[in-house]
């Protein structure tokens, strides 16, 4: 089932510039994980975050989750060209199913 | 380590043929498989669980009767779309789970004629 539900849809930007996109979920998690999908390839797994870190890096990505709040935000910083794709959130429950977010499609201008 | 691999990457069938697609881990044994479906420009929507040595568990919605799911191994798991039709043409990404968490497959795009 798709729980996840992410905002914007959609986000252009200047190269260099950072892209901040965010993801809200329903129920309780083990782990909140970010993908990028560029067109009609397969998932790239960019980070995951358990249910008791607030925050994580990874390069010139930075997530955050409140468990509070039941969100999660991704912002990747000094945007490129090669950062143009669509990005998911997937949350992971109890029986290690993974439910994903609507997804938000980031276009990088140069 | 943990890479998964799908089997074709891509398929192109007649309307009401059955296609199989391998889904195999190859450095670690995965007890558990998961299949999803995207269609263009939506997000993946689990289909369902496989279970090495079990039946899978369907996803609400999933017809497991077009939809066959086998786990003979624990590095192979195969889905058959049976009698496809062109609706069933999406694309299909597999996943294993590992150590720590899943591994996804590249992904196979079916397009049914």
């Known amino acids: 089932s798709q729980q996840g539900e992410e905002d914007p849809q959609a986000l252009s930007i200047q190269e260099g510039e950072n892209a901040t996109m965010n993801c809200s979920y329903k129920t309780s998690i083990n782990n909140l994980q970010w993908y990028r999908q560029n067109s009609g390839r397969g998932l790239v797994h960019l980070i995951l975050i358990r249910s008791n870190e607030r925050e994580k890096h990874s390069g010139r990505l930075r997530v955050t989750l409140d468990t509070s709040k039941k969100s999660s935000s991704l912002l990747i910083t000094a945007s490129r060209a090669a950062d143009t794709a669509s990005y998911f959130c997937?949350?992971?429950?109890?029986?290690?199913?993974?439910?994903f977010g609507a997804g938000t499609t980031v276009t990088v201008r140069a | 380590g943990a890479v998964v691999s799908q089997h074709p990457s891509w398929v192109i069938c007649k309307s009401g043929t059955s296609v199989k697609i391998e889904c195999r881990s190859l450095d670690f044994q995965a007890t558990t498989m998961f299949w999803y479906r995207q269609f263009p420009k939506q997000s993946l929507m689990l289909m369902a669980t496989s279970n090495e040595g079990s039946k899978a568990t369907y996803e609400q919605g999933v017809e497991k009767d077009k939809f066959l799911i086998n786990h003979a191994s624990l590095t192979l798991s195969t889905l058959t779309v049976t009698s496809a039709h062109p609706e069933d043409s999406s694309f299909y990404i597999c996943?294993?789970?590992?150590?720590?968490?899943?591994?996804f497959g590249p992904g196979t795009r079916l397009t049914v004629l």
């Open positions: 997937a949350t992971e429950h109890n029986d290690y199913k993974l439910s």
């Open positions: 996943s294993a789970r590992g150590p720590n968490t899943q591994y």
